[in-house]
């Protein structure tokens, strides 16, 4: 039998109160995270996706449903619980650079400083951690002596000094060029196979995926896809032109995600192509689940008298959105 996940959203309400106006953030978003996984969670602005992270981070409490990370239950805990939980099971790394160093202290001594306060200062940890994201040769200069690429780094030897078992990052590369982008993503999967930590990356850049396990896109305050790391098969050895090895990139395969309720949501550029609105037909067709748009669209335009198959789907597509992935 399977334990749970390092990472458990079930059904999970978050409801801001603005004045008189009540704003529901999350609505009824299911996740699950494995202990180890490097994960991206993509979203636009406004979908939701930070209010996720800040309830992982118990930075807010959640509304309604089920929260839980490496066994905490988010849901139940009290202010002093929540600090508690802050200093040891979580490290924070934020797009803002400003938010995650002290400008007048050397990067060791930005790495030290929680240590220090939790009372357990351990300066060769921190030089340790330095050298894991490659600054070991800037351990005494000051933020303003690096670029935007080392002081994110530094960030994330801070976010490691208290030995958290969950890392997350909000828009981590959003501020960083290209290379300096690609270079931070190396190092969350480096920490990662180093000190076992899970880590979830928030970010509105669909590009992130090209450097993590899987990656959920989240829509409307609930997740609506996801896609996986897959391998490629093993095939017969194969030799360039040049005679050197040809090897073949990894790959993810898309999947929609259905939540407790069994509900799913069709992407907005399928229902825009076949006219769908508010209903459809399910057809079963062998071990397929086939969607199909009404006869005439409620708006009265008729819509083309194709199904979602697997044969209408360009090279680029995600899988069909109404197949049963279950067992994939």
Not at 50 to 58: A, I, R, W
Not at 227 to 242: L, T
Request: charged fraction near 25%.
């Amino acid at each position: 039998m399977s334990s749970e996940p390092f990472i458990l959203c079930e059904n999970l309400v978050k409801i801001y109160k603005i004045a008189d106006i009540e704003v529901m953030a999350l609505q009824g978003l299911d996740l699950s995270v494995q202990k180890g996984e490097v994960m991206a969670i993509i979203g636009a602005s406004g979908s939701g996706k930070s209010t996720l992270l800040n309830v992982l981070g118990g930075l807010d409490s959640p509304t309604a449903g089920v929260a839980r990370v490496a066994g905490h239950n988010l849901t139940r805990m009290t202010a002093k619980q929540r600090m508690l939980y802050r200093r040891s099971v979580v490290g924070f790394v934020w797009q803002n650079v400003a938010r995650n160093l002290i400008p007048y202290l050397s990067a060791l001594e930005n790495v030290a400083l929680p240590m220090i306060l939790r009372g357990k200062y351990d300066r060769r940890r921190a030089k340790e951690l330095l050298e894991t994201v490659g600054l070991g040769h800037r351990l005494h200069h000051r933020p303003l002596y690096m670029s935007g690429g080392e002081q994110q780094r530094v960030a994330i030897a801070i976010a490691l000094a208290n030995e958290p078992s969950l890392l997350l990052a909000d828009e981590p590369t959003g501020s960083l060029d290209s290379a300096n982008a690609d270079l931070i993503l190396q190092v969350f999967n480096e920490v990662r196979d180093r000190y076992g930590v899970t880590v979830v990356i928030v970010t509105h850049d669909p590009s992130m995926a090209r450097a993590v396990d899987r990656y959920v896109e989240i829509r409307d305050g609930k997740t609506s896809s996801e896609s996986v790391r897959r391998a490629p098969k093993p095939a017969k050895r194969e030799v360039a032109a040049d005679g050197r090895p040809v090897i073949r990139e990894e790959t993810h395969e898309e999947f929609t995600l259905l939540d407790s309720a069994g509900r799913l949501q069709l992407p907005a550029d399928y229902r825009q192509k076949w006219g769908i609105r508010d209903r459809v037909k399910l057809l079963v067709e062998g071990e397929k689940i086939i969607i199909t748009p009404p006869k005439a669209a409620p708006s009265g335009t008729k819509p083309k008298e194709e199904t979602l198959a697997e044969s209408e789907r360009g090279p680029q597509a995600g899988p069909p959105a109404g197949e049963d992935r279950e067992g994939a």
